[in-house]
């Protein structure tokens, strides 16, 4: 059974940084594509990033591309986002996602999904 927690949550100012990690078990992480989405209160879930199984792909929302860098350790099995230059709209709830047949990052939030972490709670304010 795959498990994904996600880690790396906190209140920062705005142009602050924080680096999100999604550790995976049950799965070898190689295998599996993971996406980050976010969820703010009131709004849909956001697909922001992903990173393709094979780790020839990597994708990024308009709203984050520039200021997030998503890479994976599979050696720790392990995906990490770093987000930088941090606003007041990227507060949000952010999860992972694990999707073993999207080899090229083209999953949405309504596709099929091996499993969802519990979220990680960024928040963004002076």
């Known amino acids: 059974q795959v498990q994904l927690v996600e880690s790396g949550g906190g209140l920062v100012q705005p142009g602050g940084s924080l680096r999100l990690s999604c550790v995976a078990s049950g799965v070898t992480l190689s295998s599996t594509t993971i996406h980050w989405f976010r969820q703010a209160p009131g709004q849909e879930r956001e697909g922001i990033s992903c990173s393709s199984s094979n780790s020839i792909f990597t994708r990024y929302a308009t709203s984050v591309a520039g200021r997030f860098t998503i890479s994976r350790d599979n050696a720790k099995n392990t995906v990490y986002l770093q987000m930088s230059n941090l606003k007041p709209e990227d507060t949000a709830t952010y999860y992972c996602?694990?999707?073993?047949?999207?080899?090229?990052?083209?999953?949405?939030?309504?596709?099929?999904?091996?499993?969802w972490g519990q979220g990680t709670q960024v928040t963004v304010s002076s």
């Open positions: 996602a694990a999707n073993h047949l999207d080899d090229f990052c083209q999953a949405n939030r309504t596709s099929h999904w091996d499993a």
